[in-house]
T-cell receptor, first 114, second 114 residues
Framework: QKEVEQNSGPLSVPEGAIASLNCTYSDRGSQSFFWYRQYSGKSPELIMSIYSNGDKEDGRFTAQLNKASQYVSLLIRDSQPSDSATYLCAVNRRGDIGNEKLTFGTGTRLTIIP | DTEVTQTPKHLVMGMTNKKSLKCEQHMGHRAMYWYKQKAKKPPELMFVYSYEKLSINESVPSRFSPECPNSSLLNLHLHALQPEDSALYLC?????????????FGEGSRLTVL
């Protein structure tokens, strides 16, 4: 079983609709959870972080965490063509140095259709 | 504009060459990282420097060697690389080495080994 699993997609969503991206993780000791956006040929950019169960909203983005189910999701409301990118889920637990235990999923490629 | 600067943006080298990738951050962060990313794959951690302490992914071959002259600079020395080492090399920094997972990536150095 992969440590962090995402549906690779592609996920196609009409412009203006809600895009829902899902991620599951296997390590129950995981403490913090992140969504990174990566445009083709570019580097990843942190868009959301969540540390406790429930929802966290930031503009059009909502991250949802359920530690009991080992599940984290990202909702994008009013999807725009500029949201077309690969979304990487990342999960962390404390390491000796710090952040060396950060594990990325394989990413979900999202395409917003005008 | 990214505050993590990587040079060069593109590098082509032969298998017998010695070259270096450079990374600089101006955010006062205390942890810096090198990641390797192949096409359609997630970033893979190579090295972490946090508070002058180095953590190594043991799967990284010795032909890659990191150097951290100070807390703002991180170099990756390359020697006798193989064509399969061709990839996007990403430098990142974080405020601390704690398990925050909040990384700031540079734009990357795209390496081609002939």
């Amino acid at each position: 079983q992969k440590e962090v699993e995402q549906n690779s997609g592609p996920l196609s969503v009409p412009e203006g609709a809600i895009a829902s991206l899902n991620c599951t993780y296997s390590d129950r000791g995981s403490q913090s959870f992140f969504w990174y956006r990566q445009y083709s040929g570019k580097s990843p950019e942190l868009i959301m972080s969540i540390y406790s169960n429930g929802d966290k909203e930031d503009g059009r983005f909502t991250a949802q965490l359920n530690k009991a189910s080992q599940y984290v999701s990202l909702l994008i409301r009013d999807s725009q063509p500029s949201d077309s990118a690969t979304y990487l889920c990342a999960v962390n637990r404390r390491g000796d140095i710090g952040n060396e235990k950060l594990t990325f999923g394989t990413g979900t490629r999202l395409t917003i259709i005008p | 504009d990214t505050e993590v600067t990587q040079t060069p943006k593109h590098l082509v080298m032969g298998m017998t060459n010695k070259k270096s990738l450079k990374c600089e951050q101006h955010m006062g962060h205390r942890a810096m990282y090198w990641y390797k990313q192949k096409a359609k794959k997630p970033p893979e951690l190579m090295f972490v420097y946090s508070y002058e302490k180095l953590s190594i992914n043991e799967s990284v071959p010795s032909r890659f060697s990191p150097e951290c002259p100070n807390s703002s600079l991180l170099n990756l020395h390359l020697h006798a690389l193989q064509p399969e080492d061709s990839a996007l090399y990403l430098c990142a920094s974080s405020f601390s080495g704690g398990a925050t997972g909040e990384l700031f990536f540079g734009e990357g150095s795209r390496l081609t080994v002939l």
